[in-house]
């Protein structure tokens, strides 16, 4: 049966490519959401249309799971780091 903490040199490599991958996730969530803000906003011009604000804001909710996992496993590495 496989631990859920990992210990050895692999498993900190793991968590680091885990940790690195949702990262870039958040970065490029980071960089889209500005123009798909714009692009609603420019549609609600074009056509009083509120109902396209509601994808704009449920990004930023829809990746809150995603940064408080970054969160977590630079907490795991940095404590594994220093054993």
Do not use: H
Not at 5 to 27: A, E, H, M, V, Y
Not at 33 to 61: E, R
Request: aromatic share 14%; net charge positive.
């Amino acid at each position: 049966m496989k631990a859920d903490n990992p210990s050895n040199p692999q498993d900190l490599k793991t968590l680091k490519k885990q940790r690195d991958f949702f990262k870039g996730l958040l970065i490029g969530a980071c960089i889209l959401w500005p123009f798909v803000l714009a692009a609603a906003i420019y549609f609600y011009y074009k056509t009083d249309n509120v109902a396209l604000f509601i994808p704009t804001m449920t990004l930023i909710v829809g990746f809150l799971p995603i940064y408080l996992r970054v969160k977590t496993l630079s907490a795991e590495i940095k404590s594994k780091e220093l054993n």
